[in-house]
């Protein structure tokens, strides 16, 4: 399995725990500035690697009236400063092949939505940016149908290509999630990443947004982590019941520390002959 290179360290087999975690989508300059901090913080002196996500943009709203966010070029200035200010690496999710190109100006991954894991020109321009791609599997696919998604991107020659998984739509605004996708992940040679907070989403089951049942955000972190994962990507927020996006599935702040003493606990055993620790 080959490791992905992030900013400092490396996210793969062997290596610390990696989570990926912030607000879904970017509320404002000074909001995402103090939630990187805040989060920065939660982080510090753990044996965990820590980049922080959030989106310009979230295209693949529910309803036309959803909060969007601030788009490409704001955005991504203000994750230029989350990055130069706090040191901390940064990731955001593009729509287009021009996002990509652009969006690598400044991020240290690239992440491709999961209803777009399939679209050729994103995926390859994705590989084109020479930075490492966070492909998210598609709520409609196996976990093996992603070994095309995964060549896509390594035809490009850029081979630091990792897979997350999100849930599999099991009908009527229900997702499920299968432990057995980490081993097939695997097997295809690249790093397992688990996405907790989506997994427990009710996709449309608010009517006009997505639902979701964020007390079940640490079962599946944990289910996942045992079973060999390699990454966690968690959406997080000062206060859920006031995000802009994705609020019943994302993970409050003040439950961070908590979540990720135990995942710790568990990659340790899991992952017994980790280096750089």
Not at 87 to 105: C, K, N
Not at 178 to 185: C, E, Q
Request: hydrophobic fraction near 40%.
């Amino acid at each position: 399995m080959i490791k992905i290179p992030i900013a400092d360290f490396f996210l793969g087999e062997g290596e610390p725990l990696t989570v990926i975690t912030g607000p879904c989508v970017i509320e404002g300059e000074d909001h995402c500035l103090r939630a990187a901090e805040r989060l920065k913080e939660i982080f510090s002196g753990r044996k965990v690697n820590f980049a922080f996500k959030s989106s310009y943009d979230k295209a693949n709203r529910s309803s036309i009236n959803s909060f969007r966010g601030p788009g490409m070029e704001e955005g991504l200035r203000i994750l230029a400063r989350v990055k130069s200010e706090l040191g901390i690496p940064v990731v955001t999710d593009v729509h287009s092949p021009q996002e990509a190109f652009a969006a690598a100006e400044v991020c240290d991954v690239i992440k491709t939505p999961a209803f777009l894991c399939r679209q050729t020109d994103l995926l390859v321009a994705a590989g084109k940016t020479g930075k490492p791609v966070m492909v998210v599997k598609g709520q409609f696919l196996a976990p093996w149908d992603m070994k095309n998604a995964i060549e896509k991107i390594r035809s490009t020659g850029n081979e630091n290509v990792f897979v997350v998984e999100r849930g599999t739509t099991f009908g009527y605004n229900n997702l499920v999630a299968d432990v057995r996708s980490v081993p097939i992940i695997q097997q295809l040679g690249c790093p397992f990443c688990f996405d907790a907070g989506h997994s427990v989403q009710m996709p449309g089951g608010l009517g006009d947004a997505t639902g979701g049942n964020r007390e079940y955000i640490p079962l599946l972190a944990r289910a996942f982590i045992a079973a060999g994962a390699n990454s966690l990507f968690v959406e997080s927020h000062p206060e859920p019941v006031k995000a802009k996006c994705d609020a019943p599935s994302v993970l409050n702040f003040d439950d961070m520390p908590a979540l990720l003493d135990k995942l710790e606990a568990i990659y340790d055993i899991v992952n017994p002959a980790m280096v750089g620790v």
